[in-house]
C-alpha cells in the first residue's frame, strides 16, 4: 500500500511540472560504506546509483553559482535542474565521489569546515581540495570548527564565519562566497552575520525546491538518504512528493 502511494503521489507531482519551477539543492556528506551512525553517511554504490539516475534521466545538475545567478537576476531557473553539494570535506569525497561526478561530468560544491582539512586520514587534504578546484568542483565554508552557531557570542560567530572564509581564500586563491549552517541551524541574527562576513549565498534544510522567491542566505537542501537506494525513492525525493506524503 505504502508503494502504491508513493508512487502515486510521485506521479502526480510530476505530471504537474512542480518541479520544473525550482531547483532542488541535494545534500550529501561521506560517501563510505558505515554503519556506525558517528557520521552521516552515504555507500559508494547507493551514490553511484543516484548519479547514474540523475545522468539518465530528465534532470540537469548545474553549479551552485549558476543557481545563484538565476535567483539575484529573478531570471527562469532551468527545467528539472539538480545541485550536488557535500558538507565536511571528507576524504571519500575525493576518493569516491570525485571519480563518480567526473565520470558524468556534474559539477558540486563541497562546504569545508576548514580546522578539519589535512587533520587527518579521515578529512581532504588541501593538495586534494585543490586538484578538485582546478578541475571545476566550487568549494565554499561550514565554519572553521563546525559549531552550533546560535550558541555562539557575536564575536565568536564572527570569527567562524570569517576565518574559514579567510583560509578557504588563501589556500585556493578565490572569492569564498558560499556558506553552509552546521546542523542546518539559521535565525536572523546568524543570517545577517553571514552576510555581513561577505557571503553570497548560505544554504540550509528544509527539503524544499529553491524558487525566484528563496531568499539566497537561506537556500534549502534535500537530504538523501541510504534507504532511498530504489529508483522508486530516489524520483520522489527528487520530484519533491516525500513532502505530500508527509500530510497523509
Known amino acids: 500500500m505504502k508503494h502504491l502511494l508513493d508512487y502515486t503521489i510521485s506521479l502526480a507531482y510530476h505530471c504537474l511540472h512542480i518541479e520544473h519551477k525550482g531547483c532542488r539543492i541535494l545534500e550529501f556528506h561521506s560517501i563510505l560504506d558505515d554503519s556506525s551512525g558517528k557520521i552521516p553517511t552515504l555507500s559508494p554504490i547507493a551514490f553511484q546509483k543516484f548519479m547514474e539516475y540523475i545522468y539518465n534521466s530528465k534532470y540537469k545538475v548545474i553549479p551552485l553559482n549558476q543557481l ?3 535567483l539575484k537576476q529573478m531570471k527562469p531557473l532551468p527545467k528539472n535542474s539538480i545541485v550536488i553539494t557535500f558538507d565536511d570535506g571528507y576524504k571519500d569525497n575525493f576518493l569516491t ?4 561526478l567526473k565520470k558524468y561530468n556534474f559539477s558540486a560544491t563541497i562546504f569545508l569546515v576548514t580546522e578539519w582539512i589535512g587533520k587527518n586520514s579521515t578529512y581532504l587534504s588541501w593538495a586534494e581540495v585543490k586538484q578538485m578546484h582546478n578541475y571545476g568542483i566550487l568549494f565554499g565554508s561550514h565554519t572553521n570548527t563546525h559549531p552550533h552557531l546560535l550558541k555562539l557570542s557575536p564575536e565568536k560567530l564572527e ?3 570569517k576565518k574559514s572564509k579567510e583560509i578557504i581564500e588563501d589556500k585556493l586563491g578565490i572569492n569564498c562566497q558560499a556558506f553552509s549552517y552546521p546542523y542546518g541551524e539559521i535565525n536572523e ?3 545577517e ?3 555581513k562576513a561577505g557571503y553570497r ?3 540550509s534544510k528544509g527539503e524544499k525546491t529553491n524558487t525566484l522567491g528563496t531568499s539566497l542566505l537561506e537556500l534549502s537542501r534535500t537530504f538523501i538518504y541510504e534507504t532511498d537506494i530504489t529508483t ?3 524520483r520522489v525525493r527528487l520530484s519533491g512528493a516525500h513532502q505530500w506524503h508527509k500530510l497523509w
Not at 565521489?97 to 563518480?100: L, T
Request: net charge positive; proline share 5%; glycine share 0%.
Open 68 to 70: 545563484v545567478e538565476y
Open 97 to 100: 565521489a570525485f571519480p563518480i
Open 159 to 161: 570569527i567562524e564565519l
Open 189 to 191: 541574527s546568524t543570517r
Open 193 to 195: 552575520a553571514v552576510r
Open 201 to 203: 549565498c548560505a544554504v
Open 232 to 234: 522508486r525513492r530516489f
